[in-house]
């Protein structure tokens, strides 16, 4: 035998070595059977042997989503959407980046190498999330008694659930033919009052639990009424108090309703009604109604109560207009049983008529039936009562008239004319003679006819005509004319203070002056804290008023100082004539001229004084030869001509007053030498008259 040489056997041996380890194996560096929580990092580690540079495929479930070369300079090809989270490691392992849970699948990794076949390894990738906001939802929303059936889902934000578990009042549902349950949820199957109670799920996975339970409410009823009477009686006077009430079962409790004519006479829970002082009006039939206001479903159940009673209180009467012509009398007394039969006792003349619980009787209207008065009578076997009603012709009576502005900013004048009547009156309005015609505008009559509204902007043209109500019913008619005025202020007032620092004004206005509103002027030094650079004799506003106000409050005076004040009434943009002003403050005092002209004319009225003395005395001297009537007038004459000197002191008071802007009535300022004359001889001017 020959013996190879040894260079022949080295190739041999070569060749022979590898061909007994050519076989390319794959194995997992871990479990393959992988758990993981959402949004972490997991890697399916392999291994593999036999052969370098094997080709790698990696499935998800039949679908390749990596494939790659070990080894080689180009980049793996991963699925376009899959590519933000796998990632393949150079020894063939699957990374997930962020693993989302819609991952979860079984992942099959295949290596091929040419000449040496394919080795395969499978793996299960479970995500789970942890459980957010889990909660239990009924459907349908509302489960009533003898339905089919009804589900409860749970739901949740977040969460991959392995096992759900479902507890009935604390107790583990088990098998049932009535209960059923599925991925997602529990059905109950015929539900019923029973089924009424809390239910709760349990959910499971390997990294998280949670619970959620709803409270499944089953509704049912109502059942059959149960009514009743008390006390039990046959009928019922006027007067008596009865109870009836009503129950039936359900859920929710059923709501209870007792009608009686068509009407409602007491809704709600309780089921029960009290009639006190009852009347016939409340006889008949009682119906009570049960209603469960979930599933709709009602019931019905009817007690028939009798009650008689005579009729209420007493006849009522009443007095109307037929076409502002004739009078028409009313007279009415319901609710009796028998009803009760009304007549007019004082209506002969017109035919008292007669009628059943109500009875209008219509007439003509006279002089005499003015301030007339007429009986109506009522007679009911329970007792006879009677009314009263007299009919009156219009009185006198007083226009009102009202001034405001609109929105529009026009003036609106209101002037109501009502006049106490029965029946009462209906109202004609004229302008200038001519009858009112109300276009809604600038002249607009209300419903009832008291009520005219003038509406303009310009003051003057509300001032152009007088106008005219006439108040009239069947028995007669009262007109009154209104004539309606400029802004003015009939009456002006000041009321000082103690302190002197705050003054009151106070006004009127006449009745029919249009007045809007109302300047407070005043001269004087400026308040405080007001620089006007005006001259303090000059008047100016110093506060404004709406025409309603009838008093304004000046504040921070100087009690030192002397202030003068008016008011100026508006209407809109056009003024009225302002008030006297009053003045409030020390006094100026006379001029040196004024002081100077009383010394002089003292002197000279004393002299005069004696002459007039004189010819008194001279004239009763020669009494003897003239008549009684010649002596009277020359001492008549003497007098008056002593009472105008008597009247100067207050001539000189009204001279100072008035160039002080003050009230020319005013003698306060007159010194007291002056008073003193004047309160001699002034009683005795006053006294002057025939002998």
């Known amino acids: 035998?020959?013996?190879?040489?040894?260079?022949?056997?080295?190739?041999?041996?070569?060749?022979?070595?590898?061909?007994?380890?050519?076989?390319?194996?794959?194995?997992?560096?871990?479990?393959?059977?992988?758990?993981?929580?959402?949004?972490?990092?997991?890697?399916?580690?392999?291994?593999?042997?036999?052969?370098?540079?094997?080709?790698?495929?990696?499935?998800?479930?039949?679908?390749?989503?990596?494939?790659?070369?070990?080894?080689?300079?180009?980049?793996?090809?991963?699925?376009?959407?899959?590519?933000?989270?796998?990632?393949?490691?150079?020894n063939g392992s699957l990374t997930f980046l962020h693993v989302p849970s819609e991952y979860s699948s079984n992942y099959t990794l295949e290596m091929t190498k040419s000449g040496l076949g394919t080795a395969s390894l499978n793996f299960t990738l479970r995500v789970f999330e942890t459980f957010q906001n889990v909660s239990v939802r009924l459907l349908p929303e509302s489960v009533t008694e003898g339905s089919q059936e009804f589900t409860l889902q749970y739901h949740m934000l977040h969460g991959v659930v392995e096992q759900q578990l479902w507890f009935f009042l604390g107790r583990p549902i088990q098998d049932d033919p009535r209960y059923s349950v599925q991925p997602g949820g529990l059905t109950v199957q015929r539900p019923n009052r029973n089924d009424t109670g809390r239910y709760v799920v349990s959910l499971n996975n390997p990294f998280s639990s949670e619970t959620a339970h709803i409270d499944v409410t089953v509704l049912y009823g109502p059942d059959e009424p149960r009514v009743q009477v008390s006390p039990a009686q046959d009928f019922y006077l006027s007067g008596d108090s009865l109870t009836l009430s009503c129950r039936a079962d359900g859920y929710p409790e059923p709501t209870t309703e007792w009608t009686f004519g068509g009407q409602t006479v007491s809704p709600g829970q309780t089921g029960v009604i009290s009639l006190t002082h009852v009347r016939t009006t409340q006889s008949g039939d009682y119906t009570c109604a049960v209603h469960n206001q979930m599933t709709g479903a009602r019931r019905h159940k009817s007690i028939v109560v009798l009650v008689y009673e005579s009729p209420p209180g007493s006849p009522m009467c009443s007095l109307q207009s037929e076409d502002n012509v004739r009078l028409q009398y009313g007279c009415q007394w319901s609710g009796g049983t028998p009803p009760a039969r009304l007549h007019f006792l004082d209506l002969t003349g017109g035919?008292?008529?007669?009628?059943?619980?109500?009875?209008?009787?219509?007439?003509?209207?006279?002089?005499?039936?003015?301030?007339?008065?007429?009986?109506?009578?009522?007679?009911?076997?329970?007792g006879d009562h009677t009314c009263n009603i007299t009919a009156n012709s219009p009185k006198d009576f007083l226009p009102a008239v009202g001034t405001g502005v609109d929105s529009e900013g026009k003036i609106v004048v209101s002037i109501h004319c009502v006049s106490e009547a029965a029946p009462p009156t209906v109202v004609s309005w004229y302008r200038g003679g001519q009858a009112v015609v109300s276009d809604g505008a600038e002249e607009d009559i209300s419903d009832d006819t008291q009520r005219l509204r003038l509406r303009h902007r310009n003051?003057?043209?509300?001032?152009?005509?007088?106008?005219?109500?006439?108040?009239?019913?069947?028995?007669?008619s009262r007109s009154r004319d209104i004539h309606l005025q400029g802004p003015a202020i009939s009456a002006f007032a000041l009321f000082p203070h103690e302190d002197g620092t705050i003054v009151t004004l106070t006004w009127e206005v006449p009745p029919t002056s249009i007045v809007t509103?109302?300047?407070?002027?005043?001269?004087?030094?400026?308040?405080?804290?007001?620089?006007?650079?005006?001259?303090?004799?000059?008047?100016?506003?110093?506060?404004?008023k709406p025409g309603s106000a009838r008093s304004a409050d000046i504040l921070d005076l100087d009690p030192k100082a002397t202030y003068r004040f008016r008011v100026v009434p508006r209407a809109l943009m056009a003024e009225g004539p302002p008030t006297a002003p009053h003045r409030i403050g020390p006094g100026e005092g006379l001029s040196g001229a004024a002081i100077a002209g009383i010394a002089a004319g003292i002197p000279c009225s004393i002299l005069f004084l004696l002459l007039a003395c004189g010819l008194v005395y001279f004239l009763f001297r020669r009494s003897g030869i003239q008549s009684k009537s010649t002596r009277w007038n020359a001492a008549v004459w003497t007098f008056r001509t002593i009472c105008v000197l008597c009247r100067w002191p207050h001539q000189i008071s009204r001279v100072q007053s008035s160039r002080e802007g003050g009230d020319p009535a005013d003698t306060s300022a007159v010194s007291p030498g002056l008073q003193q004359v004047a309160s001699v001889c002034g009683p005795r001017c006053k006294n002057l008259g025939g002998p």
């Open 351 to 382: 035919g008292g008529g007669g009628g059943l619980e109500n009875l209008t009787l219509t007439v003509n209207a006279s002089d005499q039936l003015d301030g007339e008065g007429v009986t109506c009578e009522g007679v009911h076997p329970a």
């Open 459 to 476: 003051v003057s043209v509300l001032l152009l005509h007088n106008y005219t109500c006439t108040c009239t019913n069947p028995l007669g």
């Open 517 to 544: 509103g109302f300047d407070i002027q005043m001269s004087g030094p400026d308040l405080p804290g007001v620089d006007r650079k005006r001259s303090p004799d000059t008047y100016r506003t110093i506060l404004s």
């Open 1 to 90: 035998m020959k013996t190879l040489s040894s260079p022949v056997l080295m190739i041999i041996f070569g060749f022979a070595l590898p061909g007994a380890h050519c076989e390319l194996l794959v194995s997992a560096l871990g479990p393959t059977r992988v758990d993981t929580t959402a949004g972490t990092h997991v890697t399916l580690a392999v291994s593999f042997s036999g052969a370098p540079d094997p080709a790698v495929t990696w499935f998800k479930g039949p679908l390749p989503v990596v494939t790659w070369t070990i080894g080689s300079d180009l980049l793996p090809d991963v699925a376009q959407s899959h590519r933000e989270v796998l990632r393949l490691e150079p």
